[in-house]
């Protein structure tokens, strides 16, 4: 907390290592006082503050003399928020002439728990614990409506619009959507701005898009016994479902795939053996939401690397510092993530670092992975401003990839974005087509998510899956540590390449079946066996996890409106115990490596009961059941987060890092939400 003389005028929270930046302080001296849970307060008086000059400060703190006594959490809820409850601060006219900031924005955030965000067309200023709709500014006793955005000329004239636009002021409209419409008085002189942009024609925050799909539908096996598909791992589903029920909003429904739902947790899967990429792993139970059907799993689990023995990097930081980045989980939050990841690198590593906005350039030209400050100084230098268009930012990160490419080694280009980009390319087409073809050389691409409001949800995948990358979605620092440090391996590198999972049902025993997401990663049988037919990419470590839904032999219940084939029927034989045989097919990774290799696994007729499955089946199962509700699915039989819950809870034995307790605060949100949801309908 900075302070002139016995004055607020600034305060800071520091960041996971300590060190917190307070910005646009006038020249002169200031008391700074540090603080706190569980040391004893410190504060250093006389700090001198020159212009154009950044003033170091170093503030131990001690514990000394402070006892904590332990707190046991034994249970939690979301609380309700008291309407009652009143949070703010007064800032009076002596204090505000000792202030740098003039502008309204910048007098409120100086109170704590107060940050304000500007990207140079939108405004806004977030209280911490206070909903988006429910802040107030009083100024002489007034409260001040309207907008708070103000330009440095209009201060002196009138602060705010005080209750309601007056009448010796006109509007003064501007055309361009990212522009400004002015209150202007009769001497022509703006007093107040206000940014104009029109309603979102996606959702209901931004422009935020997502593609659209239709879920699988139930099979005849008869008619149809093979079921092929793509594997995918990636989880940007997931956690941009957690940033929208964290704001009490219900994702649209396009926005829930439920693969990427199942795949965001790990698996107690086996290890590899025989010097295999991947393990497999099958388990078949009465399904949860349906008790006349059959559940089938089917696991995946990727080979760890040893990070002493693993492939040297060739990393390019593609990032984009255009004016919609500045907000606090977008570049801030990029930059603490990236120093995370930039720790896990070492000598014989190489990164750059390459950004665009209006124009794109060079940061970073292929320094060694241990030099560790000087990476964190470059990505500290980053500030967004300027727009997205213009910028040839793909193009220059995929030069610097080739230029320090290292062969056998893994060149990957990592794109880092709030998804409204335009990185250089004439159209997405060609965009694609660009990102194919590097892919041929063995440059990948990864995508990372930032932000809210601009994510093109429907585009970052799309390129991800082109790039044989990852696609996640960084909500909030946690989730940026789960990404770029404990599943580094993963998400850095490919131990297999293209690919696809094809099974075959036994129509003895299987009469229909139903897979349970990967609707967009669909493929036709013939695909595969086509070596040139591109698939999922499989990291180090990673598990992928695929859920059928099968009705039985002898069921009465039906799904299929097909008619049984004619000239091609079937005839079984009985006397197999076998439901299903489940083939893979797998690249190595080198360049070489065009042709395909194959494993078979069978899967017997052993059903288990729910009680008896093991704890990733029931994870797996209630993750699904959660994503059916979510998406209000015609397949949702009789789920319930009752049940959900249940299903998932065993699995939080085995979770050091709280991601299935999390997930259970998910699952009880979504459920109060789409209770609030049906008693307004």
Request: with cysteine; glycine share 8%; aromatic share 8%.
């Amino acid at each position: 907390i900075v302070y002139k003389e016995k004055v607020q005028v600034a305060v800071g929270t520091t960041d996971v290592n300590g060190d917190v930046m307070i910005r646009s302080i006038a020249k002169g001296k200031y008391n700074i006082k540090a603080a706190y849970v569980g040391y004893n307060p410190q504060q250093i008086n006389d700090v001198k503050v020159d212009s154009n000059k950044t003033t170091y400060v170093n503030i131990p703190l001690s514990n000394e003399g402070i006892k904590l006594q332990s707190v046991e959490v034994v249970d939690y809820s979301i609380p309700t928020i008291d309407p009652n409850t009143i949070s703010g601060g007064t800032v009076t006219k002596e204090n505000y002439q000792h202030m740098a900031a003039k502008d309204v924005n910048g007098v409120i955030s100086t109170q704590a728990g107060v940050i304000s965000n500007s990207n140079g067309y939108k405004s806004k200023v977030s209280v911490r614990g206070c909903r988006a709709g429910g802040k107030n500014v009083f100024i002489d006793g007034e409260r001040a409506i309207g907008t708070n955005n103000l330009p440095q000329s209009a201060v002196e004239q009138v602060p705010l619009t005080l209750g309601g636009l007056p009448a010796q002021y006109e509007y003064a409209p501007l055309p361009d959507r990212n522009q400004t419409s002015s209150f202007i008085d009769q001497s022509k002189k703006v007093v107040a701005v206000k940014t104009v942009i029109p309603p979102a024609v996606t959702n209901n925050e931004g422009t935020e898009e997502y593609s659209i799909f239709k879920e699988n539908a139930f099979a005849g096996v008869r008619n149809q016994p093979l079921s092929t598909f793509a594997i995918d791992v990636d989880a940007a589903s997931y956690s941009n479902t957690r940033r929208m029920l964290s704001q009490g909003l219900l994702p649209q429904k396009d926005a829930v795939r439920i693969e990427e739902f199942i795949n965001y947790f790990k698996y107690n899967y086996p290890q590899p053996k025989e010097n295999k990429p991947f393990s497999i792993s099958t388990e078949y139970a009465v399904c949860p939401w349906n008790k006349e059907h059959k559940l089938l799993q089917i696991g995946l689990k990727g080979k760890e690397l040893d990070a002493n023995i693993s492939v040297p990097n060739n990393l390019v930081f593609l990032i984009d510092v255009s004016g919609s980045m500045s907000d606090e989980d977008k570049l801030p939050l990029l930059i603490r993530g990236f120093k995370l990841l930039a720790k896990q690198l070492r000598e014989q590593d190489k990164l750059s670092i390459v950004v665009y906005a209006g124009s794109s350039g060079v940061v970073l030209d292929a320094v060694s992975g241990d030099e560790t400050n000087r990476i964190n100084t470059a990505l500290e230098s980053l500030h967004a401003g300027g727009s997205t268009a213009g910028g040839e930012g793909i193009n220059l990160a995929y030069k610097m990839a080739e230029k320090y490419f290292i062969k056998n080694g893994n060149n990957r280009v990592i794109l880092a974005t709030d998804g409204d980009f335009n990185v250089g390319v004439s159209s997405e087409d060609e965009l694609k087509t660009l990102i194919e073809e590097k892919r041929s050389h063995g440059i990948y691409l990864s995508v990372l998510g930032f932000g809210e409001g601009n994510i093109k949800d429907n585009k970052m995948e799309t390129l991800a899956d082109k790039g044989n990358g990852n696609y996640y979605y960084i909500d909030n620092f946690m989730e940026a540590r789960k990404v770029l440090v404990s599943q580094f391996g993963g998400t850095m590198y490919t131990i297999a390449k293209d690919v696809k999972i094809q099974v075959e049902f036994n129509p003895a025993k299987v009469k229909e079946y139903r897979l349970i997401g990967y609707d967009n990663r669909m493929l036709n049988a013939e695909d595969f066996n086509n070596d040139k037919k591109d698939a999922g990419e499989l990291g180090a470590g990673h598990c992928v996890t695929a859920l059928y839904e099968i009705i039985p032999v002898g069921s009465p219940d039906s799904q299929v409106s097909v008619d049984e084939l004619k000239y091609t029927k079937v005839n079984p034989t009985d006397n197999s115990n076998e439901i299903a045989t489940v083939k893979f097919r797998y690249k190595g990774v080198k360049k070489q490596d065009t042709t395909s290799k194959l494993i078979e696994e069978v899967v017997l007729n052993n059903v288990l009961e729910l009680n008896q499955t093991s704890t990733n089946f029931k994870l797996a199962a209630g993750v699904s059941e959660f994503g059916l509700l979510l998406r209000g699915s015609e397949y949702k039989g009789l789920c319930n987060f009752k049940e959900a819950i249940e299903l998932v809870t065993p699995a939080k034995q085995n979770d050091p890092d709280g991601y299935i307790a999390g997930l259970i605060e998910m699952m009880k949100s979504a459920k109060e939400l789409m209770s609030v949801e049906l008693t307004k309908k």
